[in-house]
């Protein structure tokens, strides 16, 4: 029978308390927007999964992608122009 051996703990290993740095408290803020619209168009997808869309449900599913391709669009747009990390 093989012997389990441990590895040394880490500094860095032993810093980390499980709750996300400022930093990426900081991305997930500028993705909001983004988050946002992608749970609107997931639910407006889930309402319709067991039925067919209706002519408002089909104008509350677009409306929703066009939100997201337009958070989408200004999250790259600020990245690619410096004043955010995320892309």
Do not use: H
């Not at 930093?23 to 993705?31: K, M, N």
């Not at 002519?55 to 599913?61: G, K, S, T, Y």
């Amino acid at each position: 029978m093989k012997s389990i051996i441990t590895l040394p703990a880490t500094s860095e290993a032993l810093a980390f308390d499980g709750e996300p740095s400022a930093a990426e408290l900081d991305a997930i803020e500028r993705e909001m927007p983004l988050i946002r619209a992608e749970v609107e168009l997931l639910d407006a997808q889930i309402t319709v999964l067991d039925r067919t869309p209706s002519q408002l449900d089909a104008r509350r599913i677009r409306r929703a992608r066009r939100r997201v391709l337009a958070a989408r669009r200004e999250l790259t747009n600020r990245a690619a122009a410096g004043t955010g990390d995320a892309a």
